[in-house]
């Protein structure tokens, strides 16, 4: 499944800026937090593509009110009419991407959407938590035959197996699952990391988070339980302001988080028993059988005269059993390293 997914490098996680709302309306603030990306470690840019109007209809029935979020009060039309990433800006921001060499793709929240994308030739498509149920839309998106990567923040197990399902169906299976948790900010308790390998094996599909915790544990926890995607809302400074601000890393902090999720790769290593020549080194450091006293050839070895302690450069100690007892064949100055060969057996 990585080989499929060969478009995006999975030699390591691959780390995701999600751009999201945090241009606050400036095309130059959203270039610039590209910029900023590169700089903090990123692998990737990410761009939501929709308006008010692909996304949902203007109205103030109380349906269409937010109610129990950081959105509270807001009715969703203008919520997404302050939100949305304007169409013409993704060629320039696009384009400054591949500048500054990140990948560069999107979340579209309709066929409309995903046919802008294909202009720009998208090299991959993020299916978000809350469109997981909008098969007809999986479908279009996985009928292009790129990855396609679905967060799963709202999803039941029907809701995951009908989304993949949809993408296989179009004959597509670069498909990757984002363990998500859809609360902003989203309590760490709730991360439930678990579900990591578990979408990995049940699935067959590459594993990963799209993240809405506060700080970088559960990127590095998820780093450490198999993750090969790290979905995180990046912004230049939190006084920007906009709608995903409060939950969203400036530049020092994803910084950190990379940092972090590339130190926990490397800890992680491989089933390898082979020492380090470093610490074979330190190998020198472990017990052995040393003569502790001076001691004449027919003495007796005892408890006494030879005792296993450090360095480690005499004999093995599982041997101190089997040469009590036994008389040595030559003089020994005490600090001698003990060896079979002055030992009549």
């Known amino acids: 499944m990585l080989k499929e997914l060969s478009v995006l490098d999975f030699s390591k996680v691959f780390i995701i800026a999600e751009l999201s709302a945090n241009h606050n309306g400036s095309l130059e603030t959203a270039k610039e937090t590209i910029r900023a990306a590169k700089r903090a470690g990123a692998d990737c840019i990410?761009?939501?593509?929709?308006?008010?109007?692909?996304?949902?209809?203007?109205?103030n029935k109380d349906d269409f009110l937010i109610k129990g979020t950081i959105w509270d009060g807001q009715n969703l039309y203008n919520l997404y009419q302050q939100a949305y990433t304007p169409w013409e800006w993704h060629k320039e921001l696009f384009d400054v991407a591949k500048q500054e060499g990140l990948v560069c793709f999107s979340s579209p929240f309709d066929k409309t959407a995903v046919d802008f994308l294909e202009t720009l030739d998208a090299p991959a498509y993020k299916i978000a938590s809350f469109e997981i149920t909008d098969i007809?839309?999986?479908?279009?998106?996985?009928?292009?035959?790129?990855?396609?990567?679905?967060?799963?923040?709202?999803?039941?197990?029907?809701?995951?197996?009908?989304?993949?399902?949809?993408?296989?169906?179009?004959g597509n299976t670069k498909i990757a699952l984002l363990k998500c948790?859809?609360?902003y900010p989203a309590p760490i308790e709730e991360a439930n990391m678990s579900m990591i390998k578990d979408l990995a094996?049940?699935?067959?599909?590459?594993a990963g988070l799209s993240d809405h915790t506060m700080g970088a544990t559960v990127p590095i926890v998820a780093t450490v339980l198999g993750a090969k995607i790290i979905e995180k809302h990046f912004i230049l400074d939190r006084s920007v302001g906009g709608p995903d601000a409060s939950f969203s890393m400036n530049e020092v902090e994803f910084s950190e988080m990379v940092k972090s999720i590339r130190e926990a790769e490397s800890a992680i290593g491989v089933v390898d028993y082979a020492l380090t020549?470093?610490?074979?080194?330190?190998?020198?450091?472990?017990?052995?059988?040393?003569?502790?006293?001076?001691?004449?050839?027919?003495?007796?070895?005892n408890e006494q005269n030879v005792k296993s302690i450090r360095p480690g450069y005499g004999l093995h100690p599982k041997f101190y059993s089997q040469v009590l007892g036994k008389?040595?064949?030559?003089?020994?100055?005490?600090?001698?390293r003990l060896s079979l060969d002055d030992i009549i057996l």
């Open 327 to 336: 008389q040595i064949n030559a003089d020994l100055e005490k600090g001698t």
């Open 136 to 170: 007809p839309l999986i479908e279009y998106v996985a009928s292009k035959g790129k990855p396609v990567i679905i967060s799963t923040g709202i999803a039941e197990l029907a809701d995951i197996e009908l989304a993949v399902d949809a993408c296989k169906r179009m």
């Open 277 to 301: 020549d470093k610490q074979l080194k330190g190998k020198e450091f472990s017990r052995s059988l040393y003569v502790v006293e001076d001691m004449k050839e027919g003495d007796i070895i």
């Open 201 to 206: 094996n049940r699935f067959g599909v590459v």
């Open 181 to 183: 948790t859809s609360s």
């Open 46 to 59: 990410k761009l939501q593509t929709y308006t008010a109007d692909t996304i949902t209809i203007n109205s």
